[in-house]
């Protein structure tokens, strides 16, 4: 009955102090969800990705091989027990323009939807052809493959990619995440531009390689384990032993059949060789037969074409001289016949005029004839006539016999003029005739002597086109014949260098089998697998910060909720005095407060657990979407940890209750149910000092007197303000400290801008890219350094020239940034890996490079470092510790100003040239390590927030439990005449004064706290600066003190509320 009236009493304090209530509620709750929030995160993290391990059957082990995985490997891999199911499969890079951009693709292989390292569908459908494929659901902005889309994949160099994949060109089918590409980082590729894209997923059977890539295997009763933890690494090593221990074998089993394929590809090689050499010798031989053969053809040619030449020049001369013979002749006879013809036709005339004349007298014979025969006729008739005289007769008849005698002998001459005169005509016809033919004769003679010398020209040009053709025949053999011997140089040298190239690669085969490295398998579990690891790494550095900080955070809070309990007790001694005077004990009234305590702690942790449980990492988890690429949170409710942090703080908060009342119930009732004597009027110090007193006026020496007189509330206020303060200051400066590494690494102290590997005939190509302005060479491998404290991995860089070096990898003292110079002996160690070994300047250390051999060396010096883990040491040293000659595998060097695209193109032609193997632009590492820590920016955000909420409750809480413990005061002054505002400033000053206070204590605070902090949460490659930027400062004063102004509005309608009465009410 007597619990059950303080119950009630409990629950109307609660109803008439809700204000205060619901301060330490908020507090709790606050508290409580900050520290499970951060605590339970990397379990959700971590719970979640290896949920979704689980569900699409991410790898437990893989096996790789430098000479490649067989069937024989995977059968004796399958003999191992605990293997529960095994996959080998087959990947290669090769290059696609996605978005019109040259981008390096790694194709897995596909066999189904249940394989080890299974598919995420998110949309579309698995490939059912082998020219179709699934991608990966990414960044949009990055590259955005819808389905249907077709990629075109090829290598550069003009290397065929259709010897390695049956189809080079793929349909998206489907869109896909997978647990194996967790994080957005593919990794590195030989080829383009460096650095793997993206991948794509096709058929299996579109591969053509020799021989397995991969080989990935999950352990039986691995799901049951949470693959982050001890247990599930427990259950996995005994496999990884045994395939060590299998490894040893197949490694022998895979050298021997290489080897014994490719003594047998020689022996083939030599046969080929010696074959190829016969039939070409044979070739040749056959060759230069024919080539000797046409070159005597040739000479009997051109002897023959002499003789005939020379033949045909003498018929021709012979034939000439010939016709100019005849030609003379003939002329002389034309001459001649020229001549005859003016004889002939001075003859002809004169012939003619001779016929003329003959003509003429014989027509003057005709006409004596014609006379005489008229004459004898006459005469005839004259004798006929009878009548004639005798004498006359007789005389007629002599006159008759001489007229007939001379008609007789003239018709004698007329006919044998006329016979002469035709015999004339006749020899002159015929003599004409004899001419024309003469003339005919010689005309004929002249065509046939021009048709002789037609015929000579012709026969000539005929005999001359000959002979040309045959010369130029026999000069288009000759040159047939100088190409036929230069083919036959040409190709004999050619034989003899591909036959010498042949057996040099003969030779260089055999060497090449006998430089055959053994085959090396790496077993390798999900540590050695990258987004694992990095996944991993950031929960665990989430993880780190939730080792500290919620701890000052809880501390705060408790701090402060004491100082309300114990002021509400303080309130309540008239209370306590008259329950203690009613005959209850102390432990009846402590139950009391802490009721109400309890009720308070209870629900804020039931709200903080809640919120803690769910809110903190659903965001933290959502945050790092940014960087992986992560299924739905899966949330986890840990019961131990709720418990184990409710119970804390309901233990803090009723033991602050119960020694609040204890403090009180040391008095007895009479003295609790007065109240307390007033303080003794004091001196404060400020009177001391009339300069400063003197000058301030009533209100304000009223409200120096309020801050300095009651010391306890002074300092809790200040303690609570600056807490709040401290951890806003912490949460800015964990965001610097973030920020930091990224800058101070990549730019202060690694000051080049390109990274390439190199091999012996890759350093002279370096001098053909004029982009690379300066560069240095140096030897880095994989070593370590131990001493009594533990053993370290790190990387050792040993620089070619210590002067040049200096300029590209700027090497500090942590604290004073004085520049370190790389020592002639000992070595310089980065001061992560020292703060782990405890490691000093002066100390010796054993040192182990990448082949396991062993040097007691000096520390000489401990550089600045943020990022990973390195040591520096002279190259002279270097071979003095290990009695060997050093390989530069690495240039470093400035680039001119390049944009993204032009890193590309650089790093694709370096990649193309002979003895460069790989390429990194400090700009992709510090993006890459931006976006790893980019996430941890998302929870200092969370933890601003937390502070900032805490910040404001905690001005909130101890501004109302103030105004509380004064309300007689407030009405007093009220009575007094004091205005609203007024009233509210006589509060507000204090209030602004301790805000202050509190804030520059609290910034010292956050700066000793900060410091702490990100000490402690360092890891073991990863060191933050500890510096803070002075806007955090800016930052964290401005949110304090715009908490108070937030606090200082709210309280004015509650000083408002304040009646005057209240001065009025006795204590008694």
Aim: hydrophobic share 40%.
């Amino acid at each position: 009955m007597r619990k059950t009236a303080l119950v009630k009493d409990a629950l109307r304090d609660i109803r008439k102090s809700l204000g205060r209530f619901i301060s330490i509620l908020s507090i709790v709750a606050l508290g409580v969800a900050f520290f499970t929030g951060l605590k339970i995160t990397p379990e959700v993290m971590k719970n979640t990705a290896d949920k979704y391990y689980d569900d699409y059957k991410l790898m437990d082990i893989r096996v790789v091989s430098t000479l490649g995985l067989t069937e024989e490997d995977l059968d004796e891999i399958n003999k191992i027990q605990g293997i529960e199911e095994s996959l080998a499969t087959y990947s290669l890079d090769a290059l696609a323009m996605l978005n019109d951009r040259e981008t390096v693709i790694r194709v897995h292989s596909y066999i189904s939807p249940n394989q080890i390292n299974g598919m995420r569908l998110l949309e579309g459908r698995y490939p059912e052809r082998a020219n179709e494929c699934l991608v990966e659901v990414i960044d949009e902005n990055f590259v955005s493959l819808p389905l249907g889309e077709r990629i075109s994949l090829y290598l550069p160099k003009d290397d065929d990619l259709g010897e390695d994949l049956e189809n080079t060109e793929f349909t998206v089918v489907g869109r896909v995440q997978v647990p194996y590409y967790l994080s957005f980082e593919k990794g590195n590729s030989p080829i383009g531009n460096g650095k793997v894209g993206t991948y794509i997923i096709v058929p299996q059977e579109n591969f053509k390689l020799d021989a397995y890539t991969d080989i990935y295997l999950t352990v039986q009763g691995a799901r049951e384990y949470n693959s982050y933890r001890d247990e599930y690494f427990d259950l996995i090593n005994p496999i990884l032993a045994d395939l060590e221990d299998l490894a040893e074998i197949r490694e022998e089993a895979r050298y021997d059949e290489i080897v014994d394929e490719a003594r047998k590809e020689l022996e083939d090689g030599k046969k080929e060789y010696f074959e190829g050499k016969a039939e070409a010798e044979e070739k040749l031989a056959d060759a230069l037969k024919e080539l000797e053969d046409a070159e005597k053809e040739i000479a009997d040619g051109e002897r023959e074409l002499e003789k005939k030449e020379k033949d045909f020049h003498r018929t021709i001369k012979e034939a000439k001289e010939e016709l100019a013979k005849a030609e003379a002749e003939l002329t002389e006879g034309e001459k001649e016949l020229e001549k005859g013809i003016v004889d002939f036709n001075n003859k002809k005339l004169q012939a003619e005029e001779e016929f003329k004349l003959a003509e003429a007298e014989l027509k003057k014979g005709e006409d004596a004839i014609i006379l005489l025969e008229e004459q004898i006729s006459q005469l005839n008739t004259a004798l006929e006539n009878p009548y004639l005289p005798e004498e006359q007769k007789i005389s007629l008849s002599m006159e008759l016999m001489r007229a007939e005698a001379i008609l007789s002998e003239t018709t004698k001459q007329v006919e044998s003029g006329k016979r002469e005169l035709e015999a004339g005509k006749q020899a002159l016809m015929e003599g004409e005739e004899e001419l024309n033919r003469n003339i005919q004769g010689l005309k004929e003679a002249r065509a046939t002597l021009e048709e002789e010398k037609v015929n000579l020209a012709n026969g000539e040009k005929e005999g001359l086109q000959e002979i040309n053709k045959a010369k130029r025949d026999l000069a288009k053999a000759k040159e047939d014949l100088e190409e036929g011997w230069e083919e036959y140089h040409e190709s004999k040298l050619e034989v003899e260098e591909e036959l010498e190239e042949a057996w040099a690669e003969i030779l260089d085969a055999e060497k090449e089998i006998q430089d055959i490295p053994e085959a090396q398998w790496y077993v390798l579990d999900r540590e050695s697998h990258y987004s694992y690891m990095d996944y991993g790494g950031a929960a665990d550095r989430i993880d780190a910060i939730a080792k500290v900080f919620p701890f000052f955070f809880v501390l705060v809070a408790a701090l402060v909720t004491l100082t309300t309990m114990t002021r509400m007790v303080d309130e309540q001694r008239t209370n306590i005095g008259t329950l203690k005077a009613l005959g209850y004990d102390k432990g009846d009234i402590s139950f009391k407060y802490i009721i109400y305590a309890l009720t308070a702690t209870v629900l804020g942790c039931l709200v903080g657990v809640a919120v803690g449980y769910t809110i903190f990492p659903t965001i933290i988890f959502n945050a790092f979407g940014i960087n992986y690429a992560l299924p739905p949170v899966e949330l986890v409710f840990n019961p131990g940890l709720a418990l184990i942090v409710s119970s804390v703080a309901v233990m803090l908060i009723t033991m602050t209750a119960f020694m609040a009342c204890s403090s009180e119930l040391k008095e007895n009732a009479a003295s609790l149910m007065r109240p307390k004597a007033p303080r003794i009027g004091k001196t404060v110090i400020l009177e001391k000092i009339p300069f400063i007193w003197n000058r301030f006026n009533f209100s304000y020496k009223v409200t120096m007197r309020n801050l300095l007189r009651y010391k306890r509330r002074f300092f809790m206020t200040v303690f609570g303000i600056a807490g709040s303060t401290a951890l806003l200051l912490t949460g800015f400066g964990v965001r610097d400290s973030i920020r930091s590494v990224v800058d101070r690494q990549f730019g202060e102290i690694f000051a080049y801008d390109i990274s390439i590997g190199i091999e012996e005939d890759g350093l002279d190509k370096l001098y053909e890219f004029p982009e690379i302005t300066d560069f240095a060479l140096l030897h880095r491998e994989g070593g370590s350094i131990s001493n009594e404290n533990g053993k370290k991995d790190l990387s050792v860089v040993v620089p070619k020239d210590n002067d040049v070096i200096t300029e590209l990898i700027r090497l500090r003292h942590p604290k004073t940034k004085e520049e370190i110079r790389i020592p002639d002996e000992g070595i310089v160690i980065s001061k992560q890996v020292s703060n782990a070994l405890d490691i000093r300047v002066g100390d010796t250390i054993t040192f182990i490079n990448s082949e396991d051999e062993e040097a007691l060396v000096e520390v000489n010096a401990i550089t600045e470092n943020y990022t990973s883990n390195y040591a520096y040491i002279s190259k002279e040293y270097y071979s003095k510790l290990f009695n060997g000659e050093l390989e530069y595998n690495e240039a470093v060097g400035k680039l001119i100003s390049m944009t993204k695209m032009a890193e590309d193109n650089l790093s694709r032609e370096l990649l193309e040239e002979e003895g460069i193997i790989s390429v990194s632009f400090n700009s992709i590492v510090k993006e890459d390590f931006d976006e790893m820590i980019a996430s941890l920016g998302y929870v200092v955000l969370v933890i601003i927030v937390s502070a900032g909420a805490l910040a404001f409750v905690v001005l909130y809480n101890l501004t109302n439990v103030n105004i509380s413990e004064r309300v007689r005061e407030i009405a007093t002054i009220k009575v007094l005449g004091f205005y609203d505002p007024e009233v509210s400033m006589y509060i507000y000053r204090e209030n602004i004064i301790l805000t202050f206070i509190g804030t520059m204590v609290g910034l010292v605070m956050g700066i000793y706290l900060h410091r702490y902090i990100m000490t402690t949460v360092e890891m073991d490659n990863i060191m933050f600066g500890l510096d803070l930027e002075p806007i955090s400062y800016v930052y964290s004063v401005l949110l304090t003190l715009l908490f108070a102004v937030m606090v200082n509005a709210f309280m004015h309608y509650k000083l408002r509320r304040i009646p005057m009465v209240e001065s009025l009410k006795s204590v008694d």
